[in-house]
């Protein structure tokens, strides 16, 4: 069976639990973003900006409503 783990949990505050904006507790982002295959990473915008090479500003969660376009161009 392929990993339904996210390949960037060792480095994403969500997943640790170490984001203090997080409005729900990290196993509910877990189970819905990041155990869940690809289904879930593709909704996690944190996961898109990875995929860039880019590190996701520290208080993004991961069902945010902003474009990954509009995300990128404040990190700069
Ligand atoms: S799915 Fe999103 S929130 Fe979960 S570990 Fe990957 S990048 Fe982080």
Avoid at 4 to 27: A, I, M
Avoid at 34 to 53: I, M, P, Q, T
Wanted: net charge positive; hydrophobic share 25%; proline share 7%.
């Amino acid at each position: 069976m392929a990993n339904r783990k996210c390949k960037y949990t060792t480095s994403c505050p969500v997943f640790k639990g170490t984001l203090k904006e997080q409005d729900k507790p990290s196993f509910m982002y877990q189970n819905v973003f990041c155990n869940r295959g690809r289904d879930g990473w593709n909704a996690c915008k944190r996961f898109h900006v990875y995929e860039l090479s880019v590190n996701p500003p520290e208080d993004l969660l991961p069902g945010s409503c902003e474009s990954v376009e509009h995300i990128l161009s404040k990190n700069k």
